[in-house]
């Protein structure tokens, strides 16, 4: 099992930047696939970025690609993202979640999730 609790959320102006950071427990860390999420009021919760577990390989969603990065640090046992020209559409919760398989969007596929961090772009 692995434990999960992200941090860093905040309110900023659209066009602004914010660093998301997700801390782990666990000495297995290395061997799950990082998910962060997003779940903005009244709609789903969706997938925003994907890092595999060495952190060579990182998949996003067309809606964040070009904007979004995801990183590792398989030592400190972090994930975070770096979100750049934020947008008013990119306010919701965002969660970071852990599973065993390989570069996966799905929510289901994901068993392990932090409780989530609020983030909040102004127009």
């Known amino acids: 099992q692995v434990h999960l609790v992200e941090s860093g959320g905040g309110l900023v102006q659209a066009g602004g930047s914010l660093r998301l950071s997700c801390a782990a427990s666990?000495?297995?860390?290395?061997?799950?696939?990082m998910g962060w999420f997003r779940q903005a009021p009244g709609k789903e919760r969706e997938f925003v970025a994907g890092i595999s577990d060495s952190g060579s390989r990182t998949w996003y969603a067309d809606s964040v690609k070009g904007r979004f990065t995801g990183f590792r640090d398989n030592g400190k046992n972090t994930v975070d993202l770096q979100m750049n020209s934020l947008k008013p559409e990119d306010t919701g919760i965002y969660y970071c979640a852990a599973t065993t398989f390989n570069e996966v969007s799905a929510r289901s596929l994901y068993p392990y999730w932090g409780q989530g961090t609020q983030v909040t772009v102004s127009s």
């Open positions: 666990g000495r297995t860390f290395s061997t799950y696939t």
